[in-house]
Structures are given as structure tokens and as C-alpha cells.
């Protein structure tokens, strides 16, 4: 079993070395396996690892959780430290700081209850700027949420926070899209899908590119989903381009509400860009209420892949404020989100990462609250 253990810690450094992973460990791939055996080797007598353990996505979160100045490996549960005046936020804000590259390098951290039961608002300085997150307490268990507020407040950079929750156990590191996919595709690990556009975009490297047709009668196809930004994704979003046309249609039948838009737009083919308007209705409670929006997006190379965002807002409240309310107020009513598509014979091609991808949209599709939803790629 140890030789068996051995190789796989081989093969585990050449992976992840080039990746950034035990950088505090200078030499090759050896040098580094000599470094980390004798912890594994300790570990195995205690645990007893197993062939299936070794083959298992668990197995490599676990070895990664070994390189501390990249991951964030923890219970999921604060327990006692969760209350006013403990400081866990202040804490978990730290410590991924510390796993961060040094990308995020905030201070000041500080957080404060609005009650005793929560919620929890941290802030603390970024970029010569005062930043706030909030967070509930869920039981005393970790609120992913953060990680969505801290990821767009690090749009600009390529990277961000990403979790693979493992039960009990919280596992947080820090990544770029093309790295993410990497893990996912190469190592079988699943992430939570926090972010359509990282999830969609490296996409595009893995299917042959697609000359579109000029003739306005030839149709291509896409499908995909959207969501709204700190929420899960809802529904099946279509995608329909002819020639310098695009018309769109987003359906979600959930239990508390369902959606149906109808989205118009053009492509721009000198940059690939598209944009458009979308309208339809939001159904709550049997009462449907008309709602509209505009879109954006790009066709990614290859024109595979397409990812972009959209604003929208009820007719009735855009209508009422548009001539008392100031334009503060009216953005206070205004949903924003992402979406994201791949055109539809790669989806249905043989890249198993793809086919991958496409088995987590069928269970998006087919998602009807946040009980059933699919936050991790299928394994």
C-alpha cells in the first residue's frame, strides 16, 4: 500500500505543482514527494487508505488541504466561536487572505451583529476603500454567501474563491477559471458553480470552433441557464442566432415562482459582441406581473460558448418611480445577473467535461427550488 500510496503522491505534485500548489516545498516533483510522504505516510497508518480512497475527488482535497497557504480546509460548523463578540467572520475574512496569493489583502477587519441572532455585517478596508459584507448565521454553519460578495468585489483580478463542501468539511482555495476547470476536468474535483461565466467561458478550448452562417435562414443553436447574482441559477435559457439576429427564450417553472422571458438582440460580428432587451412576465402566487430588461454578452472564440449578464425590473415599479423616485431608489429595484450557453452539437459532443456540464444544466433545467438545486458539478 505504500508504494501504491507513493505513486499516487508523484502523480498528485506533477499535477498540482505547476498549478501553484506546496510552493513553500523548493526542488522538483521529487524533492517536494519527499517533503510530504512521511506526513501521508503517518496519516495512512492511522487511517488505513484504501485503493478507492486514492481514486477518490475526497482524497485530493484532503492532500490539498496540506498546502496551507492555499487552501482552507475547517469544519463547516463555527460552534461556540459563532456569537456576538467571537469574531469567526473576522477570522474566516483572514484567513482567506492568507490563501489568496496576495490578491485580497484587506484590513481593519471588523464585524458587527445587528442582533443577537444575526445577521452579521464585516467590514474592513480594501483599496483605500471601506467594504461591507453580510453574512447570516445559519445554524452555526458557514454562509458560502461570503464568498459570492468577496468574489465580485475581485472581478477585476482573474481569480476567485472557490468550495468543494465536503459534508462537515469546508474546503475554500483560490483560482483562476482555466485553473478551476483543470482540477475539475483532470482530477474529477467538483466546485460549487458560483460564477456562469468562469464555469462557461474555458469551455471554449475544448470544442472545435464554429464558423457561423451569414444566410439569416440558417440557424444556431445554444442552451444554458441563468442566474441572479448571489443566487443559484434558474431555468433553461435558449438561444437562437440568425445572421445579425438573436431572440432568446428563458423558461423556469419553480414552486414559489416561475419565469418567462422573451430576450431580442443582435450580434455584433466585426466583435462578437450581443446585446438586446428582454420582457415577460414573473409568476407569484398564480399572479403574473410584467417585468423587462436589457442584456449584454460576447460570443467566446470559437463562438462555442457565449456568457454575459442582464439587468431587469418589474414594469409596474419602473412605471410608478420613474417620475418621483431618484435614480437611487429606482436601482434599488433593479435584479442583475449572469447567463451562460454553449452552442448546442458541442454540448451534445464527446468531451466527457462537456457531457459533464451538460448532466449539471438537465438538473439545473430540471431544479425546481433551492432543495433539489445542483450546486456542485456531477461526479
Request: charged fraction near 30%.
Amino acid at each position: 500500500m505504500l508504494e501504491r500510496l507513493e505513486h499516487w503522491l508523484t502523480k498528485a505534485v506533477a499535477f498540482y505543482q505547476p498549478r501553484g500548489f506546496f510552493r513553500q516545498y523548493p526542488g522538483d516533483v521529487g524533492d517536494v514527494v519527499d517533503k510530504l510522504f512521511p506526513f501521508m505516510e503517518a496519516q495512512n497508518e492511522h487511517d488505513e487508505f484504501s485503493t478507492v480512497d486514492l481514486e477518490s475527488p475526497e482524497f485530493d482535497l484532503f492532500f490539498l488541504s496540506l498546502d496551507s497557504q492555499r487552501t482552507l480546509y475547517d469544519s463547516m460548523d463555527f460552534g461556540s466561536a459563532l456569537v456576538p463578540g467571537g469574531k469567526a467572520y473576522v477570522a474566516t475574512v483572514e484567513a482567506l487572505a492568507r490563501i489568496s496569493r496576495g490578491v485580497f489583502a484587506p484590513t481593519d477587519v471588523s464585524e458587527r451583529w445587528e442582533t443577537t441572532e444575526g445577521p452579521i455585517v464585516i467590514t474592513f478596508q480594501l483599496d483605500g476603500q471601506e467594504r461591507k459584507l453580510k453574512v447570516d448565521t445559519w445554524d452555526g454553519m458557514f454562509d458560502f454567501r461570503i464568498l459570492l460578495q468577496l468574489n465580485l468585489l475581485l472581478k477585476s483580478t482573474p481569480y476567485c474563491f472557490e468550495m468543494a463542501p465536503l459534508d462537515d468539511i469546508l474546503f475554500i482555495t483560490f483560482l483562476t477559471a482555466v485553473e478551476k476547470m483543470d482540477l475539475e476536468r483532470h482530477r474529477n474535483l467538483a466546485f460549487m458553480v458560483l460564477d456562469l461565466s468562469r464555469k462557461f467561458l474555458p469551455l471554449h478550448t475544448l470544442t472545435a470552433p464554429l464558423e457561423l452562417p451569414t444566410d439569416p435562414e440558417v440557424p444556431t443553436f445554444y442552451c444554458g441557464t441563468l442566474n441572479e447574482y448571489l443566487d443559484r441559477c434558474v431555468g433553461r435559457l435558449r438561444f437562437i442566432v440568425r445572421g445579425d439576429e438573436v431572440e432568446g427564450h428563458h423558461l423556469y417553472q419553480g414552486i414559489a415562482h416561475q419565469e418567462d422571458f422573451r430576450f431580442e438582440g443582435t450580434l455584433d460580428r466585426t466583435n462578437s459582441r450581443l446585446r438586446g432587451e428582454l420582457r415577460g412576465h414573473i409568476t407569484v402566487g398564480d399572479v403574473p406581473r410584467a417585468y423587462k430588461g436589457e442584456w449584454q454578452g460576447k460570443l467566446a472564440p470559437g463562438n462555442r460558448v457565449a456568457t454575459g449578464t442582464w439587468r431587469g425590473w418589474f414594469e409596474d415599479e419602473s412605471d410608478s418611480e420613474s417620475d418621483s423616485s431618484s435614480q437611487e431608489s429606482v436601482e434599488e429595484k433593479v435584479y442583475q445577473g449572469q447567463w451562460g450557453l454553449l452552442e448546442e452539437e458541442s454540448c451534445r459532443g464527446g468531451d466527457p467535461f462537456i457531457a459533464r456540464t451538460r448532466d449539471w444544466l438537465e438538473m439545473v433545467w430540471e431544479s425546481r427550488d433551492s432543495e433539489d438545486y445542483p450546486w456542485l458539478l456531477p461526479t
